[in-house]
């Protein structure tokens, strides 16, 4: 059991704490991944870059824009990430994927071998 003059300190430094601005947490930043040049456009073939936004009610959003500004495709950041997460998941289970480095053998591998 706490005496008076105990939790009158401990009062004390709760207050001085929830005013000092030191005990809240920090946002989380979200990291890009596939930003820069890992990620092209479907609908142009050109590069896609990491952009975040905030909603008017003050969520962030996070997504990946075409830079080229003509074209606009915008794509929700943990979306297209979490496919490419299964799909990396998925060749990495597969055994005639394992150890492919060139280009052409990782085509023949994801099944879009070109002749």
Known sequence: ML?????????????ANAHSGHN????VRH??????GLLHCGRCAGP????????RLGVT??????RDKDCGMRIN???????VLDRLSHLAKTKRCLGVS???QMLACN???RS
């Open 48 to 55: 896609m870059e990491a952009r975040s936004g905030t909603g």
């Open 24 to 27: 809240g947490s920090q946002p």
């Open 3 to 15: 005496d008076a003059a105990k939790f009158d300190e401990v009062q004390r430094l709760l207050s």
């Open 77 to 83: 950041a943990e979306e297209v990430e979490g496919v």
């Open 102 to 104: 060139r280009p052409r």
């Open 111 to 113: 099944g879009r071998a």
């Open 31 to 36: 990291s890009y991944p596939l930003s820069p």
């Open 61 to 66: 959003y996070y997504y990946y824009v075409c």
